[in-house]
């Protein structure tokens, strides 16, 4: 099996190696205040046995070698039944994929777990990228695991537990006064300018790569959860305990914070894996759950145009004026009539607090923007249908808007 990156818009195949992120001849194309041009995709060449197989064992075909991944346990997050929650809204085939336990408390891990092996596989010392929180906290976390000096360029108005988790961490934080959009292009500059390795969302083809993970553990979890009896087994994180045949099933509907695009382009590049191995019959409906002060992708499903508008939003994660990477996964949302779903801040306050008080997941606003934009699209869901609701923050990352949902003063 021989991985390479292939441009979905022209076709070209590039090697996976160092300086490589964008198509040549498509992110030629890019222009200021757009969505990325070029970006590319990870695919692999050849017969899919070995791909299968690795599924079949419990793992996830990924274009970097098992031995020069980070001694962090990344991924395998429970897929939570959460019965009281179901209870309260009649929705008897609901599921959290909780995401909130991973080292950083947050997602961005699967991401930054894959790209800090890519640099330990080429002797790469020093990776740099953007964020708005939860991906600067996650790649300096791994970064700490994997010996790798992490720089990160950081509006100065993100949540201070994420500032501080970047810190202790022993990364070098570089506060930007602006934007997201402001610190992505100086930390551009930057890798430019230094050589260093770009972790930037989308920019880098194996951020959404390292993203799919998820879509694997779901087909897993969810075949297990709907195939065992009352009483089953339960793993040492909550799961049900596998049966000696891996089997897979993929949901109707996963609903995705999306902010750049990146969860969600990953969680559906996942599934179209999956489907191309043979390992499930069906695609689920995605969602793009959007803030709607931050809502370009959800805006553009609807317009097909995309219409730059500064971001104001609490759900900081998925706070940005420009989705980096807007034009690839609006494609893929088209590919697989996926739809968007745009919800107000106080639609996000007032669904954290009821997946808290209901469930016991407490997750940060942006997490809580997929369960709010679930709550928003449940009629026109059937009951006997399968939801799998994406809460990718902990809510520990952001206590200052939690705390707004429970009218505590901090």
Not at 138 to 153: N, Q
Not at 263 to 280: P, S, W
């Amino acid at each position: 099996m021989k991985w390479l990156y292939r441009c979905p818009s022209c076709g070209a195949a590039y090697a996976i190696e160092p300086g490589r992120y964008l198509c040549d001849a498509c992110g030629a194309r890019n222009a200021p205040n757009l969505p990325l041009e070029g970006v590319l995709e990870c695919v692999w060449e050849g017969e899919a046995d070995e791909a299968r197989a690795i599924a079949e064992a419990g793992g996830v075909p990924l274009p970097v070698e098992g031995k020069f991944f980070p001694p962090l346990p990344v991924g395998d997050t429970p897929l939570w039944e959460p019965e009281r929650l179901r209870e309260v809204l009649d929705a008897p085939n609901l599921f959290l994929k909780d995401d909130t336990c991973e080292p950083s408390g947050s997602y961005k891990d699967r991401a930054s777990w894959l790209v800090a092996a890519f640099a330990r596989k080429h002797g790469i010392k020093e990776i740099a990228l953007a964020s708005t929180g939860n991906a600067a906290s996650s790649m300096s976390c791994v970064g700490a695991a994997a010996g790798l000096k992490i720089t990160v360029f950081l509006p100065a108005a993100a949540p201070a537990a994420k500032r501080i988790q970047v810190l202790q961490y022993g990364a070098e934080l570089r506060e930007v006064q602006g934007t997201y959009d402001q610190a992505f292009d100086e930390s551009l500059a930057y890798s430019d300018a230094t050589g260093v390795l770009s972790r930037n969302t989308a920019y880098n083809p194996l951020t959404i790569e390292g993203k799919k993970t998820a879509s694997f553990e779901i087909a897993r979890q969810l075949a297990a959860a709907l195939s065992a009896p009352d009483g089953r087994p339960v793993g040492e994180r909550g799961q049900a305990a596998p049966s000696a045949a891996v089997a897979f099933r993929a949901p109707d509907h996963v609903f995705v914070p999306t902010g750049d695009g990146v969860i969600l382009a990953g969680v559906i590049k996942g599934f179209e894996d999956l489907a191309a191995l043979g390992l499930i019959d069906c695609m689920p409906t995605f969602w793009a759950a959007q803030a709607e002060g931050s809502s370009a992708i959800a805006r553009a499903l609807e317009t097909g145009r995309f219409e730059p508008r500064p971001s104001t939003t609490i759900a900081d994660s998925i706070s940005v004026d420009v989705p980096r990477n807007g034009s690839f996964v609006l494609t893929k949302l088209r590919k697989h009539d996926g739809r968007g779903v745009m919800v107000s801040d106080e639609e996000i306050l007032s669904a954290q607090r009821l997946l808290s008080s209901q469930s016991g997941l407490f997750a940060e606003p942006s997490s809580a923007c997929a369960f709010a934009g679930y709550l928003k699209a449940k009629p026109s869901i059937r009951r006997d249908e399968t939801v799998v609701v994406m809460l990718t923050g902990s809510g520990l990352k952001d206590i200052k808007s939690a705390a707004l949902a429970v009218g505590a003063r901090l």
